[in-house]
């Protein structure tokens, strides 16, 4: 496999805090604020918050967290944008403290002359390949999930992009369960998990 094809397509990034008082003039300046610099075109309101949207991204702010999904073209620009909207509306909320922090990317890598299905089985999974036929016809792929407890908790999925056999999906999801107050303290561990996504996975896609 050519693993320098490997690509970051997603960013999703969340804080959780305790239960807090929202309301609604408050998002709707936090709104205001964030369009003055990224244009969400639909602000829909939620029983417990609201969600900023465009065709690229969107962003919640409800009562118990805060979480950007946005597609990734650079992952520097991606990244500085999740910083700077949990700024903003940290700036009018001030939350005291915040519980967990996690960041999941999802990536993509294509293949050749196979498919993604085949390479996941024919490498990580052949010497179990003849038993999988115990669970019956109808076998379109399986996948790889790992768990670590290292620098926070690392699950890692690697499987077959079900719907496009000619690329095998990659999401990483880093959980950092240990309470902070600083908002901007989250930008290395956001740097880590694409550190860990372009090594040691990159690393392992290699090896398969």
Not at 107 to 119: D, M, N, Q, R
């Amino acid at each position: 496999m050519k693993t320098e094809l490997l690509t970051c397509r997603r960013l999703t990034a969340g804080v959780v805090y305790p239960p807090y008082q929202l309301q609604q003039q408050q998002v709707n300046r936090i709104y205001a604020d964030i369009t003055e610099r990224y244009p969400y075109q639909t602000l829909q309101h939620l029983p417990d918050g609201a969600r900023m949207a465009n065709p690229t991204g969107d962003f919640f702010i409800q009562t118990t967290r805060l979480q950007v999904n946005e597609t990734v073209d650079y992952f520097q620009a991606a990244k500085e944008k999740a910083l700077d909207l949990f700024g903003l509306a940290q700036e009018r909320l001030q939350i005291p403290q915040f519980l967990t922090f996690g960041v999941k990317l999802t990536a993509f890598l294509p293949v050749e002359g196979t498919t993604s299905a085949e390479i996941i089985e024919n490498s990580a999974l052949s010497s179990i390949r003849d038993t999988m036929d115990i669970l019956g016809p109808g076998r379109k792929g399986v996948g790889l999930r790992f768990v670590l407890h290292q620098n926070g908790i690392h699950e890692l999925k690697i499987e077959p992009f079900f719907s496009d056999l000619s690329q095998i999906y990659i999401e990483l999801d880093v959980q950092h369960p240990t309470p902070f107050t600083d908002i901007s303290s989250v930008e290395p561990h956001i740097d880590a998990a694409y550190d860990y996504l372009f090594h040691e996975v990159q690393n392992f896609l290699e090896a398969l």
